[in-house]
Nanobody, 115 residues
Framework: QAHLVESGGGLVQPGGSLTLSCAAS????????IHWYRQAPGEQRRVVAF???????NYMVSVKGRFTISRDNAKNTVYLQMNSLKPEDTAVYYC?????????WGQGTQVTVSL
């Protein structure tokens, strides 16, 4: 049973930056794809970005140019670098790893963008 653990959330002012980490308990490349999701209060969980084993990446439209997803294979960790943060980025951020036929979720980390 693989485990994913997010960290790096916190309170940041608008325009600020945070880097989230998603650490896997096993070889990160055993997952075909790692997604970052976020869920704001009263809203559905939505995909923010993903990175595949082959290093293909993609982003939701509202974060393109501001967020960057990357992976450190030696540390079995996927990162989400978030710049120029806006209040609407406030949410609980989750990482999700797919290793067929299973999908694994982390516990989430809170990001709050506010003055």
């Amino acid at each position: 049973q693989a485990h994913l653990v997010e960290s790096g959330g916190g309170l940041v002012q608008p325009g600020g930056s945070l880097t989230l980490s998603c650490a896997a308990s096993e070889n990160i490349l055993s997952f075909s794809v790692i997604h970052w999701y976020r869920q704001a209060p009263g809203e559905q969980r939505r995909v923010v970005a993903f990175i595949t084993r082959e290093d293909i990446t993609n982003y939701m439209v509202s974060v393109k140019g501001r967020f960057t997803i990357s992976r450190d294979n030696a540390k079995n960790t996927v990162y989400l670098q978030m710049n120029s943060l806006k209040p609407e980025d406030t949410a609980v951020y989750y990482c999700n790893g797919r290793r067929e036929p299973n999908v694994y979720w982390g516990q989430g980390t809170q990001v709050t963008v506010s003055l």
